[in-house]
């Protein structure tokens, strides 16, 4: 593990043109047909890191599209994902989390001492429809004291933040409630150090969908989150879902003129605020995602540390969109990717 500051990452990383061509000489491990970087540099500096990461054992492109464990082969789902149809007709569904200690890699060869839920970071995306009950067994195979803190309607003596709440050390809880309201939420560990322990990767996306379903769309969980790497209260890597650079390397696919709908959540710490900007094009925002009116029309939109926003757009032509933080420093730093918008008929 080398020590990095947020500007020799940068260095380390290759960002120039001469350690580019040095690195891209070694064989690419685990290389899946990574994009050129030809195209997407200028002068001298070519833009983010090269190689690939290990995608076997988390893969930011199956994660966009994955809830309740749909990502995980059927055999094994059960073991972590069971729902139930009650007789009123909503479900129960319930979860099994497990905090766990886990090395991960943040960027191609860049790794990071994480706290995770059931091995990643973000955890699990929990989807469910308003009215659902939810139930989460929570196991903490970790090295500290854990907790699991929603974000929505629930008991105080669920909500995983006071001193009594704290399931220790190979111990477990369960968290059971009504899933409302809906919307784009988030839960994270509530331990302190707070700070400490989101930013180790204790957090992932809780999305709830309204009675009335919205339109169909091709939906996306995106998860605004930086990593401290040197444990200086400052971030060196930024990213979407963790691998800084990886839709740069993996273009989000998406159809010309189809409904794209991104649920948006920032839990980026030490910095106040964050941002999601995209080229070429304008989205509709729904703040909290916890109500059917547009909020906003706009290609940038900002969050604080724990909003979310539900974006809603359809690309108007075939192409490769850039979408990035417009902190200019947290883009070249990894938050950085493309869509790549095809035609399907
Ligand atoms: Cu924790």
Redo the contacts with the bound molecule.
Sequence with gaps: MHALTRRSWLKFAGFSAAAAGLLRAKPLRGAQDPVSMAGMSHGAHAMGPVGEADLSRFDPTTFLRAWNFSDVAPEDRARHYRETVRPDGTKLREYDLV?VDREIEIAPGIFFPA?TFNGQVPGPTIRATEGDRIKVNFYNQGS????IHFHGWHHPSMDGSMPEHQVQVGDRFVYEFDAEPFGTHLYH?H?SPLKR?IHKG?YGAFLIDPRTPRPAADELIMVMNGFDTNFDADNEVYAVNTLANHYERHPIRVEVGRLVRMHVINVTEFDLINSLHLHGMFFDVYRTGTRTIVDDHTDTVMMCQGERVMLETRFRYPGRFMCHAHQSEFAELGWMGLFEAVETR
């Design positions: 905090a706290w500290h004291p854990h907790t560990c331990s322990h204790m």
